[in-house]
């Protein structure tokens, strides 16, 4: 069986101005109806799928010549790649040289003419030269004998041998275009075109100038345009108005779901029962942490419909699972993969450098709106341009978003991120405020034997022998329940998963597992800020300890020597007091300056601009000072020294030092 091509994305409708132009001129042709069913319809069926006419536009033609019932079951297999008929073989011993040519002037106007011409201006076409295979700019203007004439400006070395239009209602994105070009300076085609989509016209002019194929660069854009609309107007563009990346994307103005290339069908109840047994046999290997297991699959439940949630208006954190290393993170973040498609290690299931770019993480997320799986994502949170970046994804449409042109458009961000990662997240709080993190602890590690038999039961590393595809049928319910009721987007991301849990096993006529009621809590910004403070204590404890090492001390002879400190048997309050204070007033630590108070005789430490400074340096820290004294809970003001002022953190001396050494109890140093 020959390839069914009137799939491929190629296919176009043509234009009813087009289509009237065929009509009419098969209408004059001097054949009855039956020698057009016969001998010439078939053939022109043929001829117009091989110019990549859709099979409407076929269907519309015939139709208006003939009973198209007559001729349905040709068509079809012809559509259908089952027959392939020598069309203009066929038509040209049939019909005679002058209808062969007007026919194929209608059907192939730019291969039989060998030009096609837009207007750019009264006096100015862009010409499309597809004997040349050159684009030119006509200038018309009055010679000095008073007559017409023309001048043509080489414009860009090749000519479009396909264009298609991306031009969807759903995405929130500019028109973009994808173009096969052929030239004479170039052995091969080469295609201008964007990540998974089509490129904006200052993208590809651009690449034709960088390329080489423009003699005059600074024309090349606006005749790009004439070009591009030419070609529409012609009848000689495929207009795509769908989406081709897999997905479920929302339609805010009819409030609908549209599905891409996904199965949606309501699941049997054998195949739901299935689904039931194997997620029942996963809650048996995580008795003790049920609710971690709840909350991944709920997560990667949802995560499908995360940007069209976007799209109506909402969003849903990203899911990042850390903590102790053989703890089953990654191979949970697997499991839940299955809801919706199957891990595979090239495309969903991959490590951080396959991510850790502007570039490489935007081709990633503009796949598809499957949900991705990015193991030991370091380099990724490291990097300031991708940190930026996923706090973006997480709530736009767009990966990135740029000026193209007039308009505004950029890399669309379809797929959520699963991260699993021994490390934990950057310290700051937006991205936290963008992430669902979920922290594994030391006695969720597994033995060699545990790993093996789990594996050996589900097969998660053999995806395709895994009895956990299973999972795909709660995928399909919950994509048929959230088509038929687009609304459950508006809500809490939680509660819809809730909801389309308990409609899963309510279907089945059964109650839901407790287990799968509950959500494992995400760590809070609160949590955040006493990892913070407590990184901050020890930076300080660390540069006392070294500054101790630095201390001058002299023998009785008056000889001075450096040497450390020892504090083995410091350890009352006056002792740790005394040590410390003789660091600060010696000015030892450049970011500490001493400050004694006139009136009270109170000792304060007062922390300047370098403590921000030297944070940065050794933590991954980048507050401000006021924002360090105010998660501390120390005063930022005013200090004068001397005859100068400046703003620092002032605290009280015993008050530092109770930070520094929580287990010490201290009293008021003056």
Not at 2 to 18: C, F, I, P, V
Not at 503 to 521: A, H
Not at 564 to 585: A, P, Y
Not at 614 to 622: H, I, P, Q, T, V
Request: glycine residues 6%.
């Amino acid at each position: 069986m020959l390839n069914n091509a009137s799939n491929d994305e190629s296919y176009r409708g043509l234009s009813e101005k087009r289509i009237e132009l065929i009509i009419d001129t098969l209408s004059n042709f001097p054949y009855n109806e039956k020698q057009f069913t016969n001998h010439i319809l078939p053939y022109i069926a043929q001829w117009l799928y091989d110019n990549y006419v859709n099979k409407e536009s076929t269907c519309v033609i015939i139709s208006t010549i003939t009973n198209i019932n007559r001729l349905q079951d040709e068509v079809d297999n012809i559509y259908e790649g089952i027959v392939c008929l020598s069309a203009k073989t066929n038509l040209q011993n049939y019909l005679t040289k002058e209808e062969f040519k007007k026919l194929e002037d209608v059907i192939e106007p730019r291969r039989r003419n060998g030009t096609l011409t837009g207007e750019l201006d009264d006096n100015v076409n862009i010409v499309i030269n597809y004997k040349m295979k050159k684009i030119f700019k006509e200038t018309s203007y009055v010679n000095r004998k008073g007559e017409k004439d023309s001048k043509f400006t080489p414009l860009i070395e090749a000519v479009p041998e396909k264009l298609i239009v991306y031009d969807s209602p759903l995405l929130e994105q500019p028109r973009s275009f994808k173009i096969v070009w052929t030239s004479n300076v170039s052995s091969r085609n080469f295609i201008t075109a964007g990540e998974n989509t089509g490129a904006t016209i200052p993208e590809i002019s651009t690449y034709i100038v960088n390329a080489g194929f423009s003699h005059n660069p600074r024309l090349v854009e606006g005749g790009l345009s004439c070009v591009i609309n030419t070609l529409i107007e012609s009848g000689n563009a495929i207009i795509k108005t769908d989406i081709d990346n897999p997905g479920f994307y929302y339609d805010p103005t009819n409030d609908k779901i549209t599905p891409v290339k996904k199965v949606v069908t309501v699941p049997s109840q054998e195949e739901l029962a299935k689904c039931a047994k194997w997620l029942h046999e996963l809650s048996r290997y995580y008795e003790e942490h049920l609710s971690t297991l709840a909350t991944v699959l709920k997560w990667c439940l949802m995560s499908e419909f995360s940007y069209a949630k976007k799209q109506a208006g909402d969003n849903m954190p990203w899911l990042y699972l850390k903590g102790t290393s053989k703890a089953g993170k990654t191979t949970l973040g697997r499991i839940g993969l299955f809801i919706h498609t199957i891990p595979n290690t090239d495309e969903n299931d991959i490590g951080g450098t396959s991510v850790d770019t502007v570039a490489r993480l935007g081709v990633k997320v503009s796949k598809s709106c499957d949900p991705i799986l990015v193991n030991e994502p370091a380099s990724v949170f490291n990097r300031k341009s991708t940190k930026e970046m996923i706090k973006v994804c997480v709530e736009s449409t767009l990966a990135r978003s740029k000026y193209m042109g007039a308009s505004y458009g950029g890399i669309p961000a379809f797929a959520p991120i699963l991260f699993t990662a021994n490390m934990y997240v950057p310290e700051d709080d937006a991205i936290i405020n963008r992430l669902h993190v979920i922290s594994f602890s030391y006695n969720q590690r597994k033995s060699e034997f545990e790993k093996k038999e789990f594996e050996n039961k589900f097969h998660v590393k053999s995806p395709h022998i895994s009895p956990l595809q299973n999972l795909k049928y709660l995928g399909q319910f919950a994509a048929s329940e959230i088509i038929a009721e687009p609304g459950l987007l508006l809500d809490d991301w939680k509660e819809t998963a809730d909801k389309i849990i308990a409609r899963f096993y309510k279907y089945m006529g059964v109650d839901v597992p407790e287990w799968l009621t509950l959500w494992e809590e995400s760590e809070s910004i609160g949590d955040l800020d006493d990892s913070q403070r407590e990184d901050i204590r020890n930076f300080f404890v660390s540069e006392f300890n070294n500054a101790r090492k630095k201390v001058n001390t002299y023998d009785t002879y008056g000889n001075r020597t450096q040497s450390t400190l020892d504090i083995d048997d410091v350890t009352t309050s006056e002792d740790f007091t005394d040590l410390n204070w003789s660091i600060v007033n010696n000015r030892m630590l450049t970011w500490a300056i001493p400050f004694t108070s006139g009136r009270s005789g109170h000792k304060y430490i007062c922390l300047t601009q370098g403590l921000r400074k030297a944070l940065g340096e050794r933590l991954d820290f980048c507050s401000d000072l006021k924002s360090i004294g105010e998660l501390l809970g120390w005063e930022y003001k005013n200090t004068r020294f001397g005859k100068s002022t400046m703003k620092v953190i002032k605290i009280r001396f015993d008050e530092f030092m109770e930070f520094l050494y929580p287990n010490v109890e201290f009293e008021d140093v003056i």
